[in-house]
């Protein structure tokens, strides 16, 4: 008994001792390194694009500035000029550029009216820089290298998630609506927001 006893003394002193040091604020705890900001990535529409089979664009956030975004579009005369172009702001820039996008073959009513989002667990901007040049360079084709295909490779090219997430489809063979209201919510994208 008399061993066991010394046993747990020396067990319960120094546990007792770093108690005591914790409850006198001597000692704190350690803090959980905090964590990386998610990657976010938008889709924004213009349903009544290309004679109605619509057009998208792109937004993507800036991991290591959360309040910085690039986005960008491809092939579309309202969004001069067709060979692509690309920018970067604070997300209130990113809507406003959008919102104020006018459709020239429709009265220059608003050219986009909606857009989703998708939060990803990684994301590298300059990787989807590199991926929006590549596609630029290769030229406008309509079936094989439009604006979704513009679109979704930047989106690919920023996040490996999204980029092995076997519900985002290949863009070939899909209308920007049809990929926007299909493929996109069973991919689990968030709701469509309007403009």
């Known amino acids: 008994m008399k061993m066991y006893g010394r046993r747990m003394a020396r067990v319960t002193a120094p546990l007792l001792g770093a108690l005591a040091l914790l409850a006198t604020g001597m000692v704190t705890a350690p803090v959980d390194a905090q964590a990386a900001s998610l990657g976010r990535v938008c889709m924004f529409e213009a349903p009544r694009g290309a004679y109605g089979a619509g057009h998208a664009a792109f937004a993507i956030r800036d991991r290591s500035d959360t309040k ?3 986005y960008g579009s ?9 060979a692509g172009w690309i920018k970067g702001g604070s997300w209130e820039k990113v809507r406003q550029h959008f919102i104020s996008v ?3 073959d429709h009265n ?3 050219y986009y009216t909606r857009y989703r989002c998708v939060n990803t667990r990684d994301g590298d901007l300059k990787r989807a820089q590199s991926w929006y040049s590549a596609v630029k360079n290769r030229g406008y084709n309509a079936a094989t290298n439009n604006c979704l295909h513009m679109s979704m490779a930047v989106f690919k ?3 490996e998630t999204l980029r092995k997430d076997t519900r ?3 863009a070939t063979g899909w209308t920007p609506n049809n990929y926007y209201r299909d493929v996109l919510p069973a991919a689990r994208w968030e709701v469509s927001h309007s403009l």
């Open 157 to 159: 090219g920023y996040s």
């Open 68 to 70: 910085h975004w690039i």
């Open 102 to 104: 006018e459709d020239k």
């Open 108 to 110: 220059n009513e608003r």
């Open 168 to 170: 985002l489809k290949s």
């Open 74 to 82: 491809f092939g579309s005369t309202n969004d001069a000029p067709v």
